[in-house]
Each structure stands twice: as structure tokens, then as C-alpha cells.
DNA sequence: AAGTTACC
DNA sequence: TATT
């Protein structure tokens, strides 16, 4: 598998093909229908840019009561489960030995963004965190382990699957752009970012 | 504080 | 690793 130094973190990387990143939006469909995109309110009170939903048996949740992960959409069903590509991706390149019980799905339209932040909400850190880009190209970035200091950005593709484990795991990073309109994968545009955790 | 802005 |  193909490594990543930024910021002196080994990032693990690999691409799924065009194939497979069009099996996963048909998986995506009906997970979109019955858990549908929201807008996250922060604990702050400000709106996130980025909508977001999730499928398997918790989902991260924001509002002005805080940053969880939860069983039940916010309005009020239980997400639903993750579809088997997805899984086999953690599989094939993460853990054989132990499912993500988080898919985190988060869409960017145009000017959608992510400030620096840290996945901190999940019971243990020993998990990676894996995500896949599907659709626009993204400006993502990353920081250190602790806010402040010097970042690095590199761009993300359609296809692209990035592991961040390890001395990475706690590692600060965002989504500064996208690049609305450079993909074909999803007719209407934007990206799609999955992320598979355990998070329980 | 997963908001903003942006490496200074 | 947290009533941030």
C-alpha cells in the first residue's frame, strides 16, 4: 500500500478504481432515502457547512448539546447498516478481525468546508480512521497532535482512501476547498467523504 | 468544541 | 478519554 509523509505522520493510502467507487454511491442511495443528509449545529450554536448522516449501529452526531456518537438519527431512527463494499473496504485494509460499527457519511456542496479538528469522540484510539473520497477533489489538511504549528495540504481525489492509525490517529486535520464540479462521479457535484471507525 | 480563518 |  502506497505511504504518506505529511507533517512527519505515516499516512497509509490506496485508490479504488472507477468501478468500485460507482458500486459504492449505488450503495449509497438507499442509505441517503432512509437516513437522510442533515445539517449539524455545533455546540457552539454555528451551523457546519458540511451535511452529514451516517450508517451502521452508531452515528457522530453534533448539536448544541455536544459532539457524540449515538444510535438513533436526529430525527429519530436507527441508521441504517452498513452496506457490504464499505465494509469490505475496512476489511481489505484495515482490521479483518474487527468491523467499524461507525460509517460516517459527510457531503460538501460548493464552499463547503471542514475547520482543523480531532476524531477524539470514539472509546479507542487503537482503531484507524478510514476514510474514502468519492466525487470532487478536496484541499485537505493536517496539523499535529496538538493545535498550532506548521500544516501541510495535499489534494484528495475521487477514489482516494486514506488510514490515518497509529501517531497519525490524533493528528488535527480539515477540508480547506473544494473543487466544485471536478468530478463526474455525482452528477449534481460536490464530495462524498466516508469514514469508517469503531467507535464503540 | 468538527464554527471562522488559514500555515505568517 | 472531557459538564471542553
Known sequence: MARLLLRGFDI???????????????????????????RPTTPSGKEMSVRMTSAGAFGWVTDKAGYRYQAQHPKGMEWPAIPAPILEIWRNLA?????????????????????????KDEADFSWPVLSVSLGDDALFRIGNTSRGGKTE??????????????????????????????????????????TLRVAN
Open 95 to 119: 482490521s479483518n478481525e474487527h468491523d467499524p460499527d461507525c460509517c460516517l457519511i459527510n457531503y460538501y456542496g460548493e464552499g463547503a468546508r471542514m475547520g482543523l479538528h480531532q476524531d
Open 153 to 194: 495540504s495535499i489534494w484528495l481525489n475521487s477514489g482516494d482512501v486514506v488510514i490515518m492509525g497509529g501517531p497519525a490517529r490524533l493528528t488535527y486535520h480539515g477540508v480547506d476547498r473544494i473543487r466544485f464540479g471536478s468530478s463526474k462521479l455525482l452528477p449534481k457535484g460536490g464530495r462524498i467523504n466516508l
Open 12 to 38: 497509509r493510502k490506496a485508490y479504488l478504481d472507477v468501478a468500485a467507487q460507482t458500486q459504492l454511491i449505488e450503495a449509497l442511495r438507499p442509505i441517503l432515502k432512509s437516513a437522510p443528509l442533515f
